[in-house]
C-alpha cells in the first residue's frame, strides 16, 4: 500500500488519506523539479514518490470537484508546502552526572560528601560492636579438645 514520502510522515492510503503522484512529463519538468526540491529527499526513485493531502493548503485544491464529490483534486499548478522536516527538533543537553557524590551533594545543599564514606563508617561501627559480643567456637574447635 502506498504512503507519503515525506519526512517524518506516516501518512497512506490506509489512513484515510488521499496520496498524490509527483507530477511527470515533458510538460511538468520545472513543477516536477519544485516537488522534489520541497521534499528534499534523495536516493530514492522519485517516479514513484507520492505526497499526502497534509502538505498541500486548501487553496491548492480543486474546491467545486471537492463539494460535489469530496474527493480532493490538486490544481493543475498545485506545490507542496506544508513539510515537518523543516522543524528540527531540540538537540538533547549532556547527561547529568549521576555519581553518588553528585547525588549526595545535591540532596544537602551542595555539600561534598561521599555516600560510600558514611556507609563505610556505618559498617565499621556494627563490625566494632560485634567484636565485643561472644562468638560460639567452630565445631571444629570443639573437637580437638
Not at 491548492?60 to 513539510?83: C, D, H, N, R
Not at 544537602?108 to 563508617?121: L, N, P, R
Request: include cysteine.
Amino acid at each position: 500500500m502506498p504512503s507519503c514520502c515525506a519526512v517524518n510522515c506516516t501518512s497512506s492510503a490506509v489512513k484515510g488519506r488521499r496520496l498524490f503522484s509527483v507530477p511527470c512529463g515533458e510538460q511538468n519538468i520545472e513543477r516536477r523539479k519544485e516537488w522534489l526540491h520541497r521534499i528534499g529527499r534523495k536516493g530514492l526513485e522519485a517516479r514513484a514518490w507520492r505526497l499526502c493531502e497534509d502538505h498541500f493548503t486548501d487553496d491548492q485544491f480543486e474546491q467545486m470537484i471537492l463539494k460535489k464529490t469530496g474527493v480532493k483534486k490538486l490544481k493543475p499548478y498545485a506545490v507542496p508546502s506544508i513539510f515537518s522536516h523543516r522543524i528540527f527538533p531540540k538537540k538533547r543537553g549532556p547527561p547529568r552526572d549521576r555519581s553518588k557524590k553528585a547525588v549526595s551533594g545535591a540532596r544537602e545543599g551542595g555539600a561534598e560528601e561521599d555516600v560510600d564514606d558514611e556507609h563505610d563508617q556505618q559498617q565499621d561501627g556494627q563490625a566494632d560492636a560485634q567484636a565485643d559480643e561472644p562468638r560460639e567456637a567452630p565445631l571444629g574447635a570443639l573437637s580437638d579438645r
